[in-house]
């Protein structure tokens, strides 16, 4: 424990920081709550999206069976640009999915399948889930450090800085009153001892 001043001054120092360790406790702990709730949240909407990008496979999966074709469907376009916007998130910047754009390659209709177009459409939106699911893992990330550095901070408040400022505010408080005490035997002995000579005096 750090040495500290036994006096009015480190007194007055050790109660301000005391009321305001106490008084930003209760706004880390709103912090942790709200940022639990994010983590729910951002995990909630990614599994959502697992299980929508599950069954777009699957269908994708059952024209291809049924069709018996081995047909690259990704060779028919390709990603053109990727648009995110920043979200915040209790005081926390995040990147957040807009749409990923896509460019067409031209290819000849005689060459392929009738189902290749919602073959390609499908493939589309399964290449934009996974880039959704990207992002969204990455808020997740963002979010659990925010977390960790807030839980921190509340176990720095509530286990070290807030007992360390009590004990010594009672520290002080204890030397003042022996201090005060000892002032006062000091000034009984003082009187006494005038009142002694002034009996020897008269």
């Known amino acids: 424990m750090a040495k500290i001043k036994l006096t009015k001054n480190e007194l007055k120092k050790q109660r301000d920081a005391l009321k305001r360790y106490t008084r930003y406790l209760p ?30 496979k699957q269908d994708l999966d059952a024209w291809v069976a ?28 995040i990147p957040v999915f807009e749409k990923l754009e896509f460019r067409d390659v031209a290819y000849d209709y005689m060459d392929y ?43 720095l408040f509530d286990k070290v800085k807030i007992p360390e400022a009590k004990l010594n505010i009672k ?10 005490t000892a002032a006062v035997v000091r000034g009984k002995i003082s009187k006494s001892k005038i009142q002694k000579k002034a009996q020897q005096a008269g």
């Open 66 to 93: 049924v069709f018996a074709e081995d047909v690259k469907l990704d060779a028919l376009f390709e990603v053109a640009e990727l648009k995110t916007s920043k979200g915040n998130i209790a005081g926390i910047d």
């Open 113 to 155: 399948p009738l189902w290749v177009d919602r073959g390609v459409e499908v493939t589309k939106k399964m290449i934009s889930l996974k880039k959704e699911l990207d992002i969204l893992h990455e808020q997740e990330e963002l979010v659990q450090k925010e977390l960790m550095t807030t839980v921190q901070r509340i176990n």
């Open 171 to 180: 520290r002080i408080q204890i030397f003042m009153s022996d201090q005060d």
């Open 27 to 56: 706004t880390l702990e709103l912090k942790k709550q709200q940022l639990l709730a994010e983590i729910r949240r951002i995990q909630d909407l990614a599994r959502s999206k697992e299980q929508e990008q599950k069954k777009l």
